[in-house]
T-cell receptor, first 114, second 115 residues
């Protein structure tokens, strides 16, 4: 079955460490997105990518980096510059064209700073 | 400017009753799509229902229906015959093809179904 796989489900980061969250999709979707969700709040866009080797900053890109070397993969690195990284991270994908297509979401990664 | 507004941070409903979750949107584009997602405590986002701006009939998917009032720019979700498993966060979202094909999410409504 097609879908999006995020790993790991839970991740613990020490102060000053970079960590990478994985997001892989086999839906042949063009566009991929990373969102951050804090407790009791909505989704905030970190980065998105419409095509391979291209990506754009979202509303809260500072302290994060991404790459899109393959259509299927869009990993997110949370760098040490991100001062408050504890949150729930959701990856999503969709076909790029038209309003008819919604997001397919991964199951999320819960990141905690220890 | 906020594109999607959900004014109900929390809602309670008795089991087997119907409930309406409010959503208003703001856009001057003629072509757009409206979506509702459910987020249970596990965190995954589950697609519930979709309404296109050119659709004249309200969308329905099982116990879910979308009350689309284009002139009022509202896209309320109606859940009929609530079940305990409906307790979750519900997000309204809009996709606009123009200007970057962005998705806009509301802040969500927490629904609790009471036995």
């Amino acid at each position: 079955d097609g879908g999006i796989t995020q790993s790991p489900k839970y991740l613990f980061r020490k102060e000053g460490q970079n960590v990478t969250l994985s997001c892989e999709q086999n839906l042949n979707h063009d566009a991929m997105y990373w969102y951050r969700q804090d407790p009791g709040q909505g989704l905030r866009l970190i980065y998105y990518s419409q095509i391979v080797n291209d990506f754009q900053k979202g509303d809260i890109a500072e302290g994060y980096s991404v790459s899109r070397e393959k259509k299927e993969s869009f990993p997110l690195t949370v760098t040490s510059a991100q001062k408050n990284p504890t949150a729930f991270y959701l990856c999503a994908s969709t076909r790029w064209a038209g309003p008819l297509y919604g997001y397919t979401f991964g199951s999320g990664t819960r990141l905690t700073v220890v | 400017a906020q594109k999607i507004t959900q004014t109900q941070p929390g809602m309670f409903v008795q089991e087997k009753e119907a409930v309406t979750l409010d959503c208003t949107y703001d856009t001057s584009d003629q072509s757009y799509g409206l979506f509702w997602y459910k987020q249970p405590s596990s965190g995954e986002m589950i697609f519930l229902i979709y309404q296109g701006s050119y659709d004249e009939q309200n969308a329905t998917e099982g116990r879910y229906s979308l009350n689309f009032q284009k002139a009022r720019k509202s896209a309320n979700l109606v859940i009929s015959a609530s079940q305990l498993g409906d307790s979750a966060m519900y997000f309204c979202a809009m996709r606009i093809p123009a200007g970057g094909n962005q998705f806009y999410f509301g802040t969500g409504t927490s629904l609790t179904v009471i036995p």
